[in-house]
């Protein structure tokens, strides 16, 4: 199945690049910065960085990078596409005594996308497919040594996704700042468990104003507003939902450090815990690296 996917991204660019009048310059290889940005409200996103919940002082730890490999300037057209890599894993830590994290759960994933953009005069259509592998899993942090067994008798579930998601959305920039809107519909060509719905969509919003703070030491300050809505079946489908706040120290589509404060209710994004419905404020932080 992954070769399949493999197979997919590099037949679609062959077909591209030969059907098109593209010259040398315009194609780059492993370009600098990121084409298309990972959503700030989207916890599916490759990040390095760390949530801390205050209910129970637990972690959530990212780890992941996401990289282009081929991008394609289409300035006649003001278009670009682009071919990227993604991996990604969060995992959740119960304890960090000791100076040593105690890993509970741990999610993974692996895949690429190909993006599109295309600028108008007020704002910027973008598009994005990727084809992930997710899987799941519980670790030594859930098992209990003394007994023998896991903790609260929660064995470890098969889980795995293989998904494909197309995402639509438009960039505004208004006079404060950046708009950016978005929608997703996504497919599992293979779920476990078999009881987890095949079919998911999530959309969003991010605001950034880049007018009210201006700079930091000399750096470029952005204050965010971000939200996203999930819905997922599992099996029941319900609405999830993630609100952030925070700054970014950087320019906004740029390398930099931001700080927020987080709220989630929804189905637990530990897939483990997939049929667990919570509520969940946080305060974290993360590197943004391209």
Do not use: C
């Amino acid at each position: 199945m992954k070769i399949k996917f493999l197979a997919i991204f590099v037949l679609f660019f062959s077909t591209f690049i030969n059907s098109q009048n593209i010259s040398q310059n315009s194609v780059q290889l492993f370009s600098p910065g990121l084409h298309f940005l990972p959503f700030k409200a989207n916890y599916q996103e490759a990040r390095l960085g760390i949530l801390y919940y205050t209910s129970n002082a637990n972690l959530k730890v990212d780890i992941g990078n996401n990289v282009d490999l081929v991008r394609i300037n289409l300035p006649v057209s003001k278009s670009i596409i682009s071919l990227s890599v993604e991996f990604m894993g969060y995992a959740l830590s119960t304890s960090y005594k000791g100076n040593r994290l105690q890993i509970d759960a741990l999610d993974g994933f692996f895949g690429g996308n190909v993006a599109f953009s295309k600028e108008y005069e007020e704002g910027k259509l973008i598009s994005r497919f990727r084809i992930i592998h997710n899987s799941a899993h519980l670790v030594d942090g859930h098992y209990d040594r003394n007994l023998d067994k896991w903790i609260n008798d929660d064995e470890p579930i098969p889980f795995t996704r293989d998904f494909g998601e197309l995402t639509l959305g438009y960039q505004f920039y208004p006079d404060f700042g950046i708009i950016r809107t978005y929608g997703t519909a996504a497919y599992s060509t293979l779920v476990r468990p078999s009881e987890i719905q095949k079919w998911s969509s999530y959309f969003g919003y991010e605001i950034a104003f880049d007018k009210i703070i201006e700079q930091t030491f000399g750096v470029k300050t952005n204050l965010f507003l971000a939200n996203q809505f999930n819905l997922v079946g599992t099996p029941k489908y319900q609405l999830n939902s993630k609100f952030m706040s925070g700054v970014k120290f950087g320019e906004w589509d740029g390398k930099g450090l931001v700080l927020y404060l987080s709220y989630y209710t929804g189905a637990n994004p530990f897939s483990e815990y997939y049929s667990q419905r919570i509520q969940k404020f946080g305060i974290g932080f993360f590197i943004d690296f391209f």
